[in-house]
Structures are given as structure tokens and as C-alpha cells.
């Protein structure tokens, strides 16, 4: 599978963070430190961004949040689940064309290797 520098350098965060945390903790654990990886490593990211819905000439507040917007063309969604599943990756792409961002990451953590865990979708 082809992938892309920018996805290439997360990737390689995600990776460092999985291999010092290992499989088995909370979602929310692995956002701040994959946050914490990609700000050492000079990658801009927002965390938990808002994502509004389009509706009729209107954008609306809906509660959507992108666990991470990378440099605003690389949506990441993280999991830490037994096994991803098609409404994990209908989610991400149903960000993916509200935020009008081309390339996203599915990552779960809770996979024995973070290569099986990660799924690279592009609109």
C-alpha cells in the first residue's frame, strides 16, 4: 500500500507510541500521546476538532469531533477496539467529506502489531 510522506511521518508516531504503550488502553490515552509524539516531532495537528455539518445553506453544530486534523489534509481516527469494523471506517469517511479532506487514517491500538491496526482511506 502506497503511502503518502505526511502519512508516512504520523505513522511512524503512531508506531512509536504503540511500541511504548502496547495494546490494551483507552482510545483516549493513546490521542494525547500520539498528540504529545506528533508535537515533538514538528508535525502541526488540532486535536479534537469540531467538525459542523453543511445543511441547507447553513453550517450546524452537530457534536462531530476529527480526533486529529493533520496540517489540515489528513484526517486521523483513532480506535482502540477488538477489531475494526465498517461503521469505523463509514465514520471516517463520512468526516472525511464533511471536512472536504481528501486522505485519512483509521489506527487501532489495540492490535499485538500497529501495522495490522491501520487502514489508509483516500476520497
Known amino acids: 500500500m502506497y ?4 502519512s508516512k511521518k504520523v505513522i511512524g508516531c503512531a508506531i512509536e507510541v504503540h511500541r511504548n504503550l502496547g495494546p490494551g488502553l ?5 490521542e494525547q500521546c500520539l498528540a504529545h509524539e506528533l ?7 488540532k486535536l479534537q476538532h ?3 455539518v453543511f445543511y441547507k ?4 453544530d452537530c457534536g462531530y ?3 486529529l486534523l493533520i496540517e489540515d489534509e489528513l484526517i486521523i481516527e483513532l480506535k482502540s477496539v477488538e477489531e475494526l469494523k465498517a461503521i469505523h471506517e463509514a465514520q471516517l469517511l463520512t468526516y472525511m467529506k ?13 492490535s499485538m502489531m500497529l501495522k495490522d491496526g491501520i487502514k489508509r482511506f483516500v476520497r
Not at 3 to 6: G, M, R, T
Not at 39 to 45: D, E, H, L, Y
Not at 57 to 60: E, F, S
Open 26 to 30: 483507552l482510545e483516549s490515552t493513546y
Open 65 to 67: 469531533r476529527v480526533d
Open 57 to 60: 445553506d447553513t453550517y450546524l
Open 3 to 6: 503511502f503518502d510522506d505526511l
Open 98 to 110: 464533511l471536512a472536504m479532506i481528501k486522505k485519512g487514517l483509521l489506527i487501532n491500538f489495540n
Open 39 to 45: 508535537s515533538v516531532n514538528g508535525i502541526g495537528f
Open 50 to 52: 469540531p467538525l459542523p
